[in-house]
């Protein structure tokens, strides 16, 4: 018994010893910190210092072995890929021996607090329930770091079906991915415009995919995750460490422009936008409408877009409805092999749903589920039932007159009065030409009535400005875009 109690009273004695050791070694740590933190802040400043070093904690010390705790992965991410070094140096000197520093994230829920190492920790750890092994760490991409939207795999170069509507817009966008970061930067920054589901999210996710794998740092962002970034910065008050993170890319990719919001927000965007191109970092952007059309966004961000190279992808017409609509069968019959779609049926989908990509997945799946799940045949008329509610029928919508001297005056770089005027200039002869066709064709106004709308005049000019347009369009491929593209804006 006597040999017992002397064995119990070396174990407590150890122990005790091991805390008073521990927490020697935490009391110690935190005075090294202290005069680490006031070296860093007289070294960097203290915007800096507060951006990024103000949250962090120590969690554990143990002798050489050092761990220190941040709020976000974001903090984590920066501050080891920009300070981890600088932080290992000033503790070494401080220390004076070498140290091994490990950066965490704390738990928003379960807030850990620097406490020595006891005894019977070890014990606790090896109770943990068997096959439960601990969850390893989240890997932080730049991406999640920052914030960033993420990419779909799928959305590549080699799966965008390429026509007549969009072969400038991919043909910029492959120019950028493609460029190095040495590369002189051409089109900066690129614009790309189009209407909902022609493939605008598709080009800036392939530009984005292509250049991180060349190994350019890339920040893939939908204007709403700009806008709830910045707003999460400004509340943590880590809206340096925000700007600084941006400014540091090579390639900064912003989708749905027209959905930036907010005052300060948009000059943020602004500053980074001057901040980036100034620095010759290239800059993609996207949005349903060119630049000056975004009126709810500020007049620099819009000068500033158009300063660089704006594209639009235009309507899809039927001969790149079908291409889609084959690559859309092709990756079908990888997952349901010996489903077929006959080319007649190919055929009456592409020429009758005419709106969207998106409308044409739509009508496609159904293709596919009514085949595989009632065993009907792929026939025209399965597809009539099947998509009868995606087949729109053409109708001129009623517009007005002066809507349709608005808008091509403003795409035409002339004023509206120009148009109503008596002037001769093929500068402004062309666009009043264009805009009596427009009315002639989208409006239920007869040629007198025209006419007198267009300054007075009579209705054989307003016949032979019809005449004129109508038989242009059909040789000049460009024309032909550019009033469809009136007509898509009128028609909004």
């Known amino acids: 018994m006597e040999t017992v109690v002397f064995a119990t009273s070396e174990l407590v004695r150890e122990t005790t010893d091991e805390r008073a050791e521990a927490m020697d070694d935490s009391m110690r740590a935190r005075a090294i910190w202290e005069r680490v933190r006031r070296r860093l802040r007289a ?14 904690e120590i969690d554990q010390a143990d002798g050489s072995a050092i761990r220190l705790s941040v709020p976000t992965r974001f903090l984590k991410s920066w501050i080891e890929n920009h300070y981890k070094d600088k932080i290992i140096g000033r503790w070494s000197e401080e220390a ?4 091994e520093i490990e950066l965490t994230v704390r738990s928003a829920s379960v807030r850990q607090v620097a406490r020595p190492k006891t005894a019977e920790e070890p014990r606790q750890a090896a109770s943990a329930p068997v096959g439960r092994p601990a969850a390893p760490p989240m890997a932080t991409t730049g991406h999640e770091a920052l914030g960033g939207s993420p990419l779909d795999p799928r959305l590549t170069f080699d799966s965008f079906v390429q026509g007549r509507s969009n072969t400038l817009a991919r043909a910029a966008a492959m120019q950028v991915a493609q460029s190095r970061v040495t590369d002189p930067v051409l089109f900066n920054p690129l614009y790309i415009h189009a209407g909902v589901g022609l493939g605008k999210t598709h080009l800036l996710q392939a530009i984005a995919g292509a250049a991180q794998s060349a190994g350019r740092r890339v920040l893939y962002l939908t204007a709403e995750k700009f806008t709830f970034g910045f707003v999460a910065a400004l509340k943590n008050q880590t809206a340096i460490a925000f700007k600084e993170a941006l400014r540091s890319i090579d390639l900064l990719v912003i989708d749905d422009l027209q959905f930036l919001q907010g005052k300060q927000t948009q000059a943020e965007f602004c500053h980074t936008l001057n901040a980036l191109i100034d620095a010759g970092r290239q800059v993609v952007v996207a949005g349903d409408r060119p630049p000056s059309d975004l009126e709810n966004l500020d007049e620099r961000v819009r000068s500033r877009l158009a300063g660089g190279l704006t594209v ?26 010996g489903f077929d779609v ?12 005419t709106q969207n990509g998106r409308d044409l997945d739509g009508a496609f799946n159904r293709l596919i589920a009514t085949n595989r799940l009632t065993n009907q045949a792929v026939t025209v008329e399965m597809a009539e039932r099947s998509i009868r509610d995606l087949v729109r029928v053409a109708e001129p919508r009623r517009v ?5 001297q608005k808008i091509v005056a403003q795409h035409y770089n002339v004023s509206r009065s120009d148009i109503l005027s008596s002037r001769r200039t ?11 066709y427009l009315a002639k064709t989208m ?16 209705h054989t000019t307003v016949l032979h400005a019809v005449r004129k347009i109508e038989g242009l369009v059909g040789q000049d491929q460009a024309l032909n875009e550019e009033v469809e593209m009136l007509r898509r804006r009128l028609n909004d």
């Not at 070294?43 to 962090?56: A, C, P, R, Y």
């Not at 004076?96 to 140290?99: A, C, D, I, M, S």
């Not at 006959?342 to 749903?353: E, G, I, L, Q, W």
């Not at 007005?400 to 349709?404: A, F, M, N, P, V």
């Open 43 to 56: 070294e960097l400043g203290e915007d800096v210092f507060s951006s990024w070093f103000k949250s962090i």
């Open 96 to 99: 004076e021996k070498p140290v």
């Open 312 to 337: 639009e992808i235009g309507a899809l017409d039927e001969n790149l409805r079908f291409d889609i609509l084959k690559q859309k069968l092709a990756q079908a019959q990888v997952q349901h092999p």
């Open 342 to 353: 006959p080319a007649a049926v190919m055929t009456y989908v592409a020429r009758n749903v």
């Open 400 to 404: 007005k007159i002066e809507d349709i």
């Open 426 to 436: 093929a500068t402004v002869v062309r666009p009043r030409q264009i805009a009596m």
């Open 443 to 458: 409006t239920l106004r007869s040629l007198p009535e025209i006419g007198r709308r267009f300054g007075g005049r009579d």
